[in-house]
Structures are given as structure tokens and as C-alpha cells.
């Protein structure tokens, strides 16, 4: 663990909290007076300046610090945060992040015209927003903090100092507040030989002597306000300045141990018992209790684990999984019931072993979606097209590498979305529309699949122009009979666009050929739907998991293959009836007629058919088909090794795996094969009408 | 673009691998060569170009069994003790890919020298000549050096 660049791990950190903020300010343009979001965003920039400061960003640290400085009255409930506001809250955030991920690119120019921004509208002195909220959790009001001072009372939790929180430090800045007087509460100290030498068991009671404000108090405790207990009371009158002979007895000779004990004890009898006492109905010290308990759990329940390892992890499962399955084989083959039994546990084990670790990379969508709040946000004020986002399914799971590969893809659509789907707001409203477009963005599991669909409310796609422009470029011979679906396609054709004024976000068709292709890659399908006038709808259909399935290894003629058993919904026998129906091709299952394939003809598999032929039936979301089998053998963890260049064409397979004798065996790509039954149904309708 | 050829020397000589595919003789750039193993069980890929007609797996990666036989019009014989399967790695559209040969024969690595090379001497033989890059002489024998990438592609 040593290895890790401290940096490395604050830059990741980082990325955490601009996450955070950025949903926060984004929330916070629509529901302005929450308070929570406010205290949320306060909270992430106060830690990035921290950490940035703590692991040597003084760019980062000082930048942030004026931004936070200006927040703050935002914080306090002074200034209302406003659409503009936010605007410029977030692009300082950008700025902080470039400054963190490629400091060499910024320019403190651009710095400072951000920070004069913020100041000129933290300053621009609104009134105070008519919010009830912000008065029932008021800071002190000014006036207040003239007082004498305050009298805090600090617990911290016992493994604070593990945490690398020292509370001395903590101490040491109270202090430069004002003159403080620090009086430790020894009475949890636990006998020597139960004293856990890292934890933390000191209490104190500190009267601080300054009339400074409580948020400056809060401010020192920022950091660990969720692992102590800090209790505030204004004190009440000035006291005598604190008496200092503890101070100076410490500093001077040592003394005898009873002696310094005795006066310890003497300065902190008469104010142990009382705060105790008194703290907890004058209470009003920790603003954000209920957060803190949310963050707690989260940072015991999660642990920062990098991708690569992650990828190895499932590499050696593989592995494993193939080499388990050598060991079944090899089992079974002979009589000794011992290892039989060993190799059963090992194929439980290793089948358990693979859930599990990809469930670890299984990354709920919403993170991915949360990212494109900003792009809309963003691109409906650059193009004046309000527009709401909707999303769905954020729960839906995927694998984190196809997480990753879906940000660029979405972001075309959704640009396209809002850039050409959506009309302006004179076009809308002439056409009987809200004014206001609407995106939606739904991931949602359906079988082997998971669909992410972008889904918009605009003017739909221009058939006719999409045409014109594919005869313009050669691509068809004008005249040529296609469907509106054919035409479509076009959209994916590398260079095609049918902008007629190149913008700076996209043309319709520019970056679709990459959409297209970096879903292929990931082994999925992308449909395209419009309704003039209505909107178009984009749906990409995507396997669960790039790298381990679970199939149902089969045998036809000579060769095996395996059926993603997610796709598999029942097994049937292909009775003497269906035989007979050779020319039509259909199945009866419970009174539903399915179309079948027959896996023999396709795989031109040599040799004698098997008596009984059995039929699997597969499903993609709504077709079902059959195909008809020589042998179903059985259950099998399939490794899934991807096809070579050379055999791309081949089309009715996704990939290979190794079975256990260590021959190769072809996963059959499902979607394909429902495809291909569907071209042969309507083949069949074709010559049956003609 | 032969930047994989590693097998040329700045001499000209080239160390190759003589493998025989019929009554043919082919030297195949020893760079390419990753190793030669005995013949697998091999798995059927139903649609492929009759040239790469299966896929077998050598050490836990599943890969692409070429044929040059096919691709050369040649008539296909049996296995039998002296087949072997040379795998090679070379560059497709920029990727490194692993293909398996069949070859009827290995005989041994050997080195030829560019001046050997001989000017593609009798013309009307069976095969393209865009898949051959040279043609050497070898134990007074000639012999095809092949242009995989084109072979393959």
C-alpha cells in the first residue's frame, strides 16, 4: 500500500468532493433554500482546501480559500445563491479541478477573473432572502459574539488519533483565537494495562476568552466535527483571566507526580461535572448532526480499491473458472469419490467466488448520470433551450469498465439531444409544446441486458434530410427503396452530418460513427426511434458483464457451443409434430407460435442427427426464438475470450471460451440469431406472397 | 511498414523458419514465430473465410487457425506425425493479432541471405502473386517467402 502516491489518492479524493459539490450547487439552482445543500457544498470545499493544503496544492488551497470565503455568505444565509451565482460556483469549481489535475494548463488570470466574479456577487449587497429556514438555524447574530468569550467543552471518539487527527493541533489553532484556558478531563484514562496506547481519552474543557464568532470555532473542528463532541456555551460574564500557575508549573522543574495530579485534578473537578450536566440542553454547538452519522457509516461500509487491481482480480478468476472446470471434467471421468467431492466444493466455491467479484465491479448507473446534470445544465444555458432532466434506473448495475466506456457515447446523444433534438422556445411553443424541452435518461435491466435509453421531446429526426444528404454523398443511389429505418443508419456513417451550420457542439451524425462503434465494442446494439414532431428516442442495449457468463453449453453435430444462459428461458423436445412442419419453421409452446432455427443447418454440422432433438428457447426482450439442438450437456461458467480480427465477420458469435477438455467452444451471440429468424420469417411471408 | 520483420539484418540475411505445405516449401520470417506446438483439437467457426476455418486455444487464448492451403488453392492433406501448428503474431489494422499456421512439415530455422533472392521466376503459378514477398533460394531449392499481413487480410 506504501506505493500509492499520497497525491494520487488526494486527487481521487478530490474528484469525490467535486462530485459532491458540483451536485450540490446543482441542486442548490433549484432548491435555493436548502440549507443541507449549502452546508454539503461548504463542507466539500472546506475539505479540498484542507487536504489540498495538506498534501502541498497552495494553489488549490488559497484559491478555494477565497471561494469559500465568499460562500461563506451564502452559508451564513446573507446573500441568496442565485442562477448566476451558481454559474460562476461552478466554473470555479472547474478552475479548482484544473488546478488539481493539470496545474500546468491553468492561468491565475482566469483564476482571478473567477474569484471577481464571486466577489461581486457575494458583495453586491442583496438583501437577506426571505427564507424561514435560514432564520430558525441562525448563525449568532453579530451582536452576540461580543461577549465574553466561550466555553467549550471537546470529546473526541477514541480512534481520532488513528485517523491522524491530533487534537493538540486542534488546541493549538483554538488558541489563536484568543487566549485560551485548556484544562484536560482525565477521568477516562483507564488503568495502564487496558490503555490502548492509539486511542484518544482525553477530554477538555477550554474557556476561550475572545469574543470571536462560533463559526470560527466550528471552523477549527471542520475536519473532525463527525468524530467529537463539541459543546459550546457562551460564557457568561468575563471572568478573572485564567489563573497560569499550571502553565508555569509545567514549564519549570519536574514536580512531583501527586503534587501536578492535585492540581490537575483541582482545575478540572469544578468544571468536568458542570458541563456535562449543562451541555446538552444548550446543545446548539453542532449544526450538521444528521449528515454526520450518513458519512460515518459510509466510511466504514466502503474501502478505496484501484480499478487495475480490480481487473486483475476478475483476469485470475478466469482463470480459475477454466482451470476448476479441467478439474470437474477430470472428476467425474474417473471413480474416486473424494476428489469428486473436492472438485464439487471447488466449483461451488470458485462459482460463488465469481459472483462476487463481479459484484464488486458492478457500479450503480446513477454516477454515470449524475455527470450529465452539469452538460444540460450547462449547454440549455449556452443554447437558451430550458430544459428539464429526467432521470431513471439510477439503481440499475453495471460493470465498471462499461460505466466508463458509456460517458462519451452519452455525452453525443445527449448533446445531439439538446442541440438538435431539442427545438428553440419560439419553434416549441409554435408547435403547441411547453416551452421547455425535456431529456430523459433511463438505464433499465431486461434479460442478459441492461437498456440505457436517451430520450428527448423534440422535433425527431428529418427523414427526408438524412436522405438528401446520404445521396448527396454517394452513400445511396437517389431513388433507392429504403425504410425510414435504413435511412437512419446513415446517422452512424463515419463524416455524416446533416448540419446545415457546423455548431460548436455537434452536428447531427458527427461522433455517431464513435457512438456506434464503442457500443459494438462492448458487445451491444444501438436502435434508434422518431416520431416527427414528437422527439427521437435512442436505445442502447449492453451485456451485463464483459467477462464471465453463465451459459448452457450445448452440442450440435460434432461441436459445442455455449447460449448465455440469461438469455435461455426454457428447454423443450421437438416433438414428431414440429418435425413435420419442416417448412414452416414454428413452434407451438403453450399455444404461442415461436420461430426456430435449427443450429444443425447453420453450423453445416456433419454427421447424423441425435433421435430426440431438444429446442432451447431464447429471448431478447420481446422476440423469442428456438433453437433446435442435438444434446443440451449442461451448466457451464463461461470464460468469454473475444474473436479475433480475422474472424469478425463472423457474425452469429460473440466470443470464445475454453472448455474443460481444453478445446475452444463459440458463444452464440443471441440478438444476432433472433435477427437472423426474423429475416427468414419475413423471407418465408416474402415468397409465401409472391 | 515490416517493422515486425525482426528477422532482417542489416546484411540482408534473415533468419527464417522453413515449413512445408504440401510439395511446397514456404520461410516464414522467424520473427514472427511465437512457437510451434503439435497439433490441437481445433473448433469449427461456422461462416468464416475458408481460410481461417477454426479457432484453437494455446495457452488459455483462443485463437484463429489459418490455413494457407486454402489460401493457396493446394490440396489439403491429412494430419499426420510431421504436422505441426506454427504460431505467429503479427499486425492486423494495427493490432497485434495471434494466428495459428497449419504446416504440414517444420523443418528448421535457418538464415537466408538477400542474395539469394530471386526475381519471382516462373510466372502462371497457383498463387497470387501479392501474397508472396520474395522468393529465395534454399538448398538449390527455391523457396516462397510470404506476405502474411496480405495473406491474412
Not at chain 1, 57 to 70: G, L, N, P, Q, R
Not at chain 1, 101 to 115: H, R, W, Y
Not at chain 1, 242 to 270: C, G, N, S, W
Request: charged share 25%; glycine share 6%.
Amino acid at each position: 500500500m506504501s506505493a500509492i502516491d499520497p497525491t494520487e489518492i488526494f486527487r481521487q479524493e478530490a474528484s469525490e468532493l467535486f462530485e459532491v459539490l458540483e451536485g450540490a450547487l446543482l441542486d442548490l439552482g433549484l432548491r435555493p433554500d436548502d440549507r443541507e445543500l449549502v452546508d454539503s457544498a461548504f463542507r466539500a470545499l472546506h475539505t479540498i482546501k484542507g487536504s489540498g493544503a495538506m498534501f502541498g496544492f497552495d494553489k488549490v488551497a488559497s484559491f478555494t480559500h477565497e471561494f469559500e470565503t465568499a460562500f461563506d455568505r451564502v452559508r451564513k444565509g446573507e446573500i441568496k445563491p442565485t442562477q448566476e451565482l451558481i454559474s460562476v460556483a461552478l466554473a470555479a469549481k472547474d478552475y479548482i479541478r484544473a488546478l488539481i489535475e493539470d496545474p500546468q494548463s491553468t492561468d491565475d488570470v482566469i483564476g482571478d477573473a473567477i474569484l471577481d466574479d464571486l466577489r461581486r456577487f457575494v458583495s453586491s449587497d442583496q438583501p437577506v432572502a426571505p427564507v424561514a429556514e435560514i432564520a430558525e438555524a441562525p448563525p449568532l447574530a453579530p451582536g452576540e459574539s461580543n461577549q465574553a468569550g466561550w466555553h467549550l467543552y471537546l470529546e473526541f471518539e477514541s480512534h481520532v488519533l488513528r485517523n491522524g487527527s491530533n487534537p493538540l493541533d486542534l488546541l493549538e489553532d483554538l488558541c489563536k483565537l484568543g487566549p485560551c484556558f485548556v484544562v484536560p478531563v482525565t477521568d477516562g484514562i483507564p488503568f495502564l494495562d487496558e490503555l490502548e496506547p492509539d486511542d484518544c481519552y482525553l477530554k477538555w474543557d477550554v474557556k476561550l476568552h475572545a469574543a470571536c464568532d462560533k463559526d470560527a470555532i466550528d471552523d477549527v473542528f471542520m475536519f473532525v466535527q463527525d468524530e467529537m463532541k463539541l459543546t459550546l456555551s457562551p460564557l457568561e460574564q468575563i471572568e478573572a483571566p485564567p489563573p497560569m500557575p499550571l502553565f508555569q508549573l509545567l514549564d519549570e522543574e519536574p514536580v512531583p507526580m501527586a503534587e501536578m495530579r492535585a492540581l490537575v485534578v483541582e482545575a478540572a473537578a469544578p468544571v468536568a461535572a458542570p458541563p456535562a450536566a449543562k451541555a446538552e440542553p444548550k446543545s446548539e454547538s453542532n449544526p450538521e448532526p444528521k449528515p454526520e452519522s450518513k458519512r460515518d457509516d459510509r466510511g466504514i461500509a466502503t474501502v478505496r480499491v484501484q480499478a487495475e487491481r480490480l481487473d486483475e482480480l476478475m483476469d485470475r478468476v478466469g482463470e480459475l473458472v477454466i482451470a476448476q472446470a479441467r478439474l470437474t471434467q477430470l472428476a467425474a471421468s474417473g471413480s474416486d469419490l473424494s476428489i469428486k467431492m473436492i472438485a464439487e466444493e471447488i466449483e461451488r466455491l470458485a462459482s460463488s467466488l465469481r459472483d462476487t467479484t463481479i459484484g464488486a465491479r458492478m457500479v450503480p448507473i446513477g454516477s454515470l448520470f449524475g455527470r450529465f446534470r452539469r452538460l444540460i445544465h450547462d449547454l440549455s444555458r449556452d443554447l437558451s433551450k430550458p430544459v428539464e432532466f429526467v432521470t431513471t434506473g439510477e439503481d440499475t448495475e453495471l460493470d465498471k469498465t462499461m460505466i466508463e466506456c458509456l460517458a462519451d457515447p452519452l455525452v453525443h446523444l445527449i448533446r445531439n439531444a439538446i442541440d438538435h433534438g431539442i427545438e428553440d422556445t419560439a419553434t416549441r411553443s409554435a408547435n403547441g409544446k411547453t416551452e421547455q424541452g425535456r431529456i430523459e435518461l433511463a438505464a433499465v435491466h431486461s434479460g442478459a441486458q441492461v437498456l440505457v435509453t436517451v430520450k428527448d421531446n423534440g422535433g425527431g429526426l428529418n427523414t427526408a434530410r438524412i436522405r438528401a444528404k446520404a445521396e448527396e454523398q454517394g452513400l445511396i443511389a437517389a431513388g433507392a427503396v429504403l425504410t425510414d429505418h435504413e435511412i437512419h443508419q446513415f446517422l452512424f456513417h463515419p463524416g455524416f452530418s446533416t448540419a446545415q451550420t457546423i455548431s460548436a457542439l455537434s452536428g447531427r451524425g458527427v461522433g455517431m460513427d464513435v457512438v456506434k462503434r464503442t457500443i459494438e465494442n462492448m458487445r451491444g446494439t444501438i436502435d434508434l426511434s422518431t416520431r416527427p414532431g414528437q422527439g427521437t428516442t435512442v436505445t442502447l442495449r449492453l451485456p451485463l458483464t464483459l467477462a464471465i457468463i453463465e451459459g448452457l453449453l450445448i452440442r450440435v453435430g460434432e461441436g459445442r457451443y455455449i447460449i448465455p444462459l440469461s438469455a435461455v428461458e426454457e428447454c423443450v423436445e421437438l416433438t414428431a409434430d414440429d418435425e413435420r412442419s419442416r417448412g414452416r419453421n414454428f413452434l407451438n409452446v403453450r399455444g404461442n407460435l415461436v420461430p426456430f432455427l435449427r443450429l444443425r443447418e447453420i453450423m453445416t454440422a456433419s454427421g447424423a442427427p441425435d433421435r430426440h432433438q431438444k429446442t432451447i428457447i431464447i429471448s431478447t426482450g420481446e422476440s423469442r426464438v428456438g433453437l433446435v439442438v442435438d444434446q443440451i450437456i449442461g451448466n457451464h461458467q463461461t470464460v468469454i475470450k473475444s474473436l479475433s480480427k480475422l474472424h469478425s465477420d463472423v457474425t452469429i458469435f460473440s466470443g470464445a471460451t475454453i472448455l474443460g477438455d481444453g478445446t475452444a467452444a463459440l458463444i452464440l451471440d443471441v440478438a444476432q440469431l433472433v435477427a437472423l429468424a426474423q429475416s427468414k420469417i419475413e423471407k418465408q411471408h416474402i415468397s409465401e406472397a409472391a | 511498414m515490416n517493422e515486425m520483420q525482426t528477422g532482417e539484418h542489416q546484411t540482408g540475411a534473415m533468419q527464417v523458419v522453413m515449413i512445408g505445405l504440401g510439395e511446397e516449401k514456404f520461410a516464414l520470417d522467424a520473427g514472427l514465430v511465437r512457437e510451434i506446438i503439435d497439433p490441437v483439437p481445433v473448433t469449427k467457426v461456422a461462416g468464416a473465410r475458408s481460410f481461417v476455418p477454426s479457432v484453437i486455444n494455446v495457452r488459455g487464448n483462443v485463437i484463429p487457425l489459418a490455413d494457407l492451403r486454402i489460401r493457396f488453392g493446394m490440396p489439403q492433406l491429412d494430419d499426420s506425425a510431421d504436422t505441426r501448428i506454427v504460431v505467429i503474431e503479427l499486425e492486423l489494422d494495427g493490432e497485434p493479432v495471434l494466428v495459428g499456421l497449419t504446416a504440414d512439415k517444420v523443418y528448421e530455422v535457418t538464415e537466408i541471405s538477400q542474395t539469394d533472392v530471386q526475381q519471382t521466376p516462373r510466372v502462371g503459378m497457383h498463387w497470387k502473386p501479392e501474397f508472396i514477398r520474395f522468393i529465395a533460394k534454399w538448398r538449390e531449392e527455391f523457396v516462397i517467402v510470404p506476405n502474411m499481413e496480405r495473406i491474412l487480410n
